[in-house]
């Protein structure tokens, strides 16, 4: 069985920058798509980012289009997200979960779900 552990989150200012760690145990992920998540409170889950099980393809939603990076190093089986230029629309729960298959943006295409870390960005 699979866990992942998300970490890296906290309380920045607008315009600041934060970078989050997708840890897996357990097994590895390493031949799998990853996907990040985020949830506000009061809104549904959504999807943000995910990456290809080797890094060559990755996709975005087009609000974090150009501010977010996610990358992956395989041998530490770690998915990170680079979040630059934070605004306080980006308060929420981050969450990342492997993917079922590549490109995938809808929850029911991921499994194994983190238990999320907190991103907080003051105006």
């Known amino acids: 069985q699979v866990q992942l552990v998300e970490s890296g989150g906290g309380l920045v200012q607008a315009g600041g920058s934060l970078r989050l760690s997708c840890a897996a145990s357990?097994?590895?992920?390493?031949?799998?798509?990853m996907g990040w998540f985020r949830q506000a409170p009061g809104k549904e889950r959504e999807f943000v980012a995910t990456?290809?099980?080797?890094?060559?393809?990755?996709y975005y939603t087009d609000s974090v289009k150009g501010r977010f990076t996610i990358s992956r190093d395989n041998a530490k089986d770690t998915v990170y997200l680079q979040i630059d230029s934070l605004k306080p629309e980006d308060t929420a729960v981050y969450y990342c979960?492997?993917?079922?298959?590549?490109?995938?943006?809808?929850?029911?295409?991921?499994?194994?779900w983190g238990q999320g870390t907190q991103v907080t960005v003051s105006s």
């Open positions: 979960a492997i993917g079922l298959r590549v490109g995938a943006r809808k929850v029911t295409e991921y499994a194994y």
């Open positions: 357990g097994r590895t992920i390493r031949s799998y798509p």
């Open positions: 990456i290809s099980w080797n890094g060559g393809s990755t």
